[in-house]
Structures are given as C-alpha cells and as structure tokens.
C-alpha cells in the first residue's frame, strides 16, 4: 500500500510520466499503468465466474421444474434432494457433467426460492388473528388436553386466550364472543385460516364459510379473511401468541378442579400481559395501544349470537333425550312430548315451549347416560322399592351413600326425603343431618292419631237370647 501511495503521488502530484515511475520505482509499466488509472488497488481480487459448458438451458429447466414440483408437495420428506435430482437428469437427459456441478446449481436455485415476508403494519381497531392450540393441565386430578383458542388484536398486540374441551364449531363460536366481549367491541376483520371449523370448502380467497361462521360475522359486522394453505406467517401475531400462551400459562402444568377455574387464571394471565407488556418495536406500551384499538371497535350488538347446535328431539320413556349420541334427562312430566336440545361448547340446554326445562355439561364420550336426580324423584316417590338401584341415584349419590340406602332400613318415605335433599342442597347436606334418619330407625315409627275404639253395649243380645229369640228374626 505504501508503493501503492507512492505511484499515485508522483502520477498525480508531482505530474511525472509512467515510463519515469516505472524506472524509478523498479515496477513493471503494466503495473504502473494499473495503478496511475486508479482502476484498481493493492489487495483488490475480482471474483472469478464461469457457467459450466454443461448447464444447458434444457438442464436447468429440468432442475427448475424439479423444485416447482417440491413446492407442491406439503410431505418435506418426499422433496427432491440434489443427488437425486442429478440421477434424473443422467437417466432422463442423458447429462455428462458432475454431480458437484448440479448441487451448486441446486444450492443456487434454492437460495433464490427462499420465501420473502412483506413487513405488514395495521390501523386500531382494523383486524383480529385468530388460531387453536393444545395445551395440558390438571383438571380434577386428571392430567387433560384442552384446546386453547387464541385471538390477538394486530395493531396493539392484545391478546385473548380461552380453553374448550373440544376444537368444534360451538367453541369456535364461543370463543369469538368472548374475544370481543373481552376487548369490549368487534374489529374490522378477523384473519384464521382454513380449518373445518369456519370453512366448508375451498381455501384462501376461494374458501366457502360455514354458514353459522357467515351468519356471526353478519351479525357483529366484520369481514372474514382465510389465509392461504400453509401460510401461517400470515398470522404470525397469533401464532407466536399460541407459542407465548403455552410457555407463560400452562408452564408448569396448572391443577383446577373445573375448567371455569382454568379460563379465569388464562384470562387473568391476558389482563395482565396488556397492562404491562410492550413489544418490541412497537411505538408504545400495549396498554395504551389497546386503548386506541377500543376506540375504533365496532360496537357489540344489541344481542349476542346463538352459537348452538340446535336439534329437536322426543322424550324416551326413561326421561331422557339423545343428542350426538348420548342421553340427557329431562323432568318425567314430559315423556313423549317433542323438545329443543340446543348445545353449547360446555353445557347441554332442553327447552319446552320456548322455557328451559333441563341444563346438563356437554358429554364428549359417546353412549353415556346422563341423569339429573331431581328430574326423577316424582317417579321415585310413587316407586320407592326401584330406588336402591336407580341408575339416576347411582349416578348422583357416592358409593358411601349408596351402601347406606341399601343397607339401612328406610322406608320409601324416607328414602325419596334423603334424596330431595340431596337433589335440592347436596350430599353435604344430608351427611349433616344423617344422625336423625337414624335416630328415627332406633326408637320406631312414631304413630300418630291412633284409631279410638268405643266401647259397644252387647246387652240387647243378652236379652234377645234370654227371650229365646232369633236376632235375625226380630230384626225382621
């Protein structure tokens, strides 16, 4: 570098020609030349390229075509690799060239099919993603899966996080009315992708809502955007949110005993994350986000949407009605009669006449029978000799009180009285008044307005006998 600085100095300075520098400097003239000009400088190396005579335009079309194929196939597994795309070209091209040779220009081409992100950015109150994810938690004990719908405001990041036992239509209704009731309005388009839930056909641009998912969005008045097949980066927001939920909420495994219990700790984790979250890259804190995002939400409606699966059924003879392939009690009076069983993401609603007759939580098992006590115990009262093996009492009642109505002396009486109480306060109630169903075993059935005999004066027989006198005949 110092020559370097020498030869331009005097070139340049002290106006000498090249032939004097060269003879000076004891450097070639070519060099010298080189170096006057400016073209270049010391430690300067021009990168050396050359196509491979081999690499036809035929040749690469093969390998372009190979990987358009790739992109097609959603099984990674099955994709071209580099030599086999070079043992198809030798068998199907009858190529003479190296194998080194296809893999850098397979290197190449892929580098350029590398997927490119558009930076998006969104106005408040402007659109909502929406996604599931499963998570684990310990629900009465037992270690369950439960679906985890998501939803995340794009503009201030807000999320929203609620749990289901089931990934179906009803919750995914559900989960939407509680996202909006829990950011307090309705964006003006809500992102998901293509699952059954919400698409009845097709994908992307081309997907056919469900009817329910068309009739709610018309409803609350926002526009549903399906994303393309395997397209998740277009709801990223969400997805990491899924990602963020799992790790920060259900890390370590949380115990509750009802799944109301789990959706309020989700809920809580939420608030929280609003109130003292900011993202990064963002231009504010997400709470004071969130507070532009609900000054531009539409309103809620007036009514909120029914999200229930609807179908009407007839009343068995054992009181019940099925639904999705299980039964449900309902009240005895109205065996026979026709009934609406609308059922909701956790709960099981019977109605008569437009009133509510029976409520049960939602069975996802299949052949189960599920009974509510109370519905039962007017036939119980007419039939007390059926209740030590009623299935609508072994179902309600714990093994400790069952072993005690078989093996105690009630009456039938007293049986459908224990049972009331059970029904109407719970079992806790009755074991609180145990000891007097017990001490009215002891002591006996207490007899109360006894029959009074009177005395009957028989001596108008006597004389009737004395007289020698047949009662039937005087009597005649």
């Not at 437009?354 to 599920?370: K, L, N, V, W």
Request: overall charge positive; charged content about 25%.
């Amino acid at each position: 570098m110092t020559d370097y600085k020498k030869i331009r100095h005097m070139f340049l300075i002290e106006h000498k020609s090249q032939r004097q520098i060269s003879k000076e400097l004891g450097f070639s003239r070519n060099t010298i030349a080189k170096y006057c000009k400016g073209d270049t400088y010391p430690g300067k190396r021009t990168p050396y390229h050359r196509d491979a005579g081999v690499m036809t335009p035929e040749i690469i079309a093969f390998i372009q075509k190979c990987l358009q194929e790739d992109a097609q196939e959603p099984n990674r597994k099955q994709h071209h690799t580099a030599r086999r795309i070079f043992e198809r070209l030798v068998d199907e091209m009858d190529f003479m060239g190296a194998e080194s040779t296809v893999r850098a220009v397979v290197r190449k081409m892929r580098g350029t099919l590398q997927e490119v992100f558009v930076p998006l950015s969104f106005e408040p109150g402007e659109a909502m993603q929406i996604d599931w994810g499963e998570v684990f938690v310990y629900l009465d004990g037992q270690r369950t899966k439960l679906n985890c719908f998501c939803a995340r405001l794009c503009y201030s990041c807000a999320p929203f996080a609620m749990c289901f036992r089931k990934q179906n239509t009803e919750s995914f209704l559900e989960g939407l009315m509680q996202a909006f009731d829990f950011f307090g309005g309705v964006p003006r388009h809500v992102v998901f992708d293509n699952a059954r839930v919400a698409v009845k056909s097709g994908s992307g641009k081309r997907a056919v809502a469900q009817e329910s998912y068309a009739a709610m969005a018309a409803h609350y008045c926002f526009e549903m955007v399906f994303c393309n097949v395997r397209k998740g980066h277009e709801k990223g927001l969400v997805e990491n949110l899924v990602g963020l939920t799992r790790r920060n909420v259900f890390v370590p495994l949380p115990h509750a005993q009802s799944l109301a219990e789990v959706n309020r700790l989700v809920q809580e984790r939420c608030q929280h994350y609003i109130d003292s979250h900011q993202v990064a890259g963002r231009p504010g804190p997400v709470c004071e986000m969130f507070a532009g995002d609900r000054q531009k939400l539409l309103p809620l409606p007036g009514c909120p949407y029914d999200p229930s699966q609807t179908a009407v059924c007839r009343v068995s003879a054992y009181a019940t009605v099925r639904f999705d392939a299980n039964a449900y009690s309902v009240p005895v009076q109205y065996v026979g009669q026709e009934v609406a069983v609308k059922a909701y993401a956790e709960r099981v609603r019977i109605l008569a006449d437009g009133r509510e007759i029976a409520a049960h939580p939602r069975c996802y098992q299949r052949g189960q029978r599920i009974f509510d006590l109370s519905h039962y115990l007017p036939i119980l009262e007419r039939k007390p000799r059926s209740i030590r093996f009623a299935q609508p009492v072994k179902q309600n009642v714990s093994p400790t009180l069952l072993h005690l109505l078989r093996t105690t002396d009630f009456s039938g009486k007293e049986l459908v009285e224990i049972l009331t109480i059970v029904a109407e306060q719970g079992e806790d109630a009755f074991w609180k008044c145990m000891p007097e169903f017990l001490m009215k075993q002891a002591k006996g059935p207490d007899i109360h307005n006894t029959v009074k005999v009177q005395a009957v004066d028989l001596s108008v027989y006597d004389k009737i006998l004395q007289e020698g006198e047949s009662p039937c005949r005087t009597q005649a």
